[in-house]
């Protein structure tokens, strides 16, 4: 897996403040994405045991409560898939009570197996391709009105997909 950059502190994806991960390469192409610098497959780094290792003791940093957020690029195209499942389990296992979100332009749908491996460890999972035509900046964690905020846990305790409810945020 390649990754474009990694922020400690990001109060734009998620609802508090979580430590996030772009990772780098897209297959989507969305006309008017506003990230096309994470397009490229061999731009940004090489993700290293390192970077797992920063992120594990470095997410609580100064006393600060954060949770995980994962974006792309496309954090589960076959090129990246593996090892955001490889930092779901090891940060899951480390810190279980605390919330991963996913962006991914894929749709829950259509996930193959490796894909749907991410409803172990995600907690909010934002779907969809970026769409102009639906694009409302004023929607919360997502770019356009096709893109869904789906509650994973609900979904599994329900067996049927679940918004996440954005009074329990
Ligand atoms: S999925 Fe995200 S990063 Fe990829 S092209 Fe669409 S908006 Fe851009």
Redesign the pocket.
Known sequence: MRINRIKDNDIANGFGITMSLWTQG?P???KG????E??NFTDGEEFTEENLNYIIDNIDKHNVKRDLSIL???PLCDENIEGVLQVCQTFKEKYPQKKIYIWT?YTVENFNELQKEIFKYADILVDG??EEDKKNITLTLR?SSNQRIIDVKETFKENKLVLFDLKNK
Do not use: R
């Not at 994405?33 to 096309?36: A, G």
């Open positions: 897209c989507h192409h969305c994405c506003f990230n096309k994470t397009w792309g690029g496309e332009g391709k970026f770019g």
